[in-house]
């Protein structure tokens, strides 16, 4: 019988923490299958999540109203097993985790609602790989 997986503490980070890695945090926690314990900082945080994010996610029945915008000091002494940037390239200062990986999607910012959705959908599928890969790097068989 195979123990359950202690989920992973991931990192999403972005400049203000405002949409990419505010987006990443909250499907990491609806669709990461338990796999994923979600956090999103920033570089430099906004304070605020841009209404379009909070609408987008709306629209596939997600709600992160209670997510906000954080730095980096913020989520001091937590040990991640996952830091994962969403093209903030040297913005964001580096983070301690066993494993990095650079997304690169580029910041709705300014753009159409429509570009919103798409950077929501192109996150939630790198989230589910991301599970996929954390359940069989941990040995669990059949990815989700």
């Known amino acids: 019988m195979k123990t359950p ?15 990419r890695s505010q987006m990443a945090e909250g499907l990491a926690r609806a669709f990461g299958g338990g796999l994923i314990e979600p956090y999103s900082a920033g570089s430099d945080p906004s304070g605020t999540i841009d209404p379009a994010v909070t609408k987008v996610m709306r629209g596939i029945g ?15 002494g937590i040990e991640f097993d996952y830091v994962v940037s969403l093209g903030c390239g040297d913005t964001c ?14 910041d709705p910012k300014g753009k159409p609602d429509d570009f ?13 790989d991301l599970a996929r890969q954390i359940k069989k790097e941990a040995g669990h068989g059949t990815p989700l």
């Open 5 to 19: 997986l202690k989920p992973a503490k991931v990192l999403f980070v972005c400049v203000e923490n405002s949409r």
């Open 62 to 76: 997600l709600d992160i109203s209670g997510q906000s915008s954080k730095g980096f000091r913020d989520l001091a």
């Open 93 to 106: 200062p580096f983070v301690a985790a066993k494993k990095h990986l650079s997304w690169n999607i580029e």
């Open 116 to 128: 919103f959705r798409l950077t929501r959908d192109r996150i939630k599928v790198k989230v589910r």
